[in-house]
């Protein structure tokens, strides 16, 4: 295994099993594990895994890997309530959050595989979802509510 194969498994495994919440806190752990970096190449790594950093409880801001499931996401409170609407036009779906907050709350959605959803974009306070041409609307509001609890609140009103 080359060197920089063994230092992505190695960000992966960290990323994975903990929450790390900067840069300099990961480059600590690789050291930890006997992998020496650079910022620099650490920041083209994260890069190149198509890392993204999502809202925590407890730390802030904490990576993720994609394709993370469901379970390895915690979804926090925190990253709920800032999302403020939900409406449809024919098969899109626009999700509203407070400003910042899209791309973290997108990040659990492409994750889950939420089976209406072909595919996202997300901006700075706006989500667009592209759902099948046949999607259910009720099978899509009861996934989101799954992912996200909170979300009920806007659906009932």
């Known amino acids: 295994m080359n060197q920089k194969t063994q230092r ?3 960000i ?3 990323i994975r ?4 919440s900067s840069q300099e806190e990961l480059i600590e752990r690789l050291e930890e594990c006997g992998v020496t970096v650079t910022q620099s190449t650490l920041s083209r790594d994260l890069k190149f895994m198509n890392v993204a950093k999502v809202p925590n409880k407890e730390r802030g801001y904490v990576y993720v890997l994609p394709n993370t499931t469901h379970s390895d996401v915690a979804v926090s409170t925190n990253l709920t309530d800032n999302i403020t609407d939900i ?6 779906c626009v999700i509203t959050t407070k400003p910042g907050y899209a791309s973290a709350v997108s990040v659990p959605i492409d994750s889950r595989g939420i089976s209406e959803v072909l595919g996202s974009i997300a ?3 706006t989500i667009l979802l592209v759902l099948r041409e046949d999607f259910k609307k009720d099978i899509l509001l009861e ?3 799954d992912l996200f609890p909170s ?3 806007l659906i009932n009103r």
């Open 12 to 14: 992966r495994k960290i």
């Open 87 to 92: 409406a449809f036009s024919g098969n899109l």
């Open 151 to 153: 979300v009920a609140v």
């Open 17 to 20: 099993s903990e929450y790390i």
């Open 123 to 125: 901006g700075d306070n």
């Open 8 to 10: 992505l498994s190695v």
């Open 143 to 145: 996934q989101l509510c």
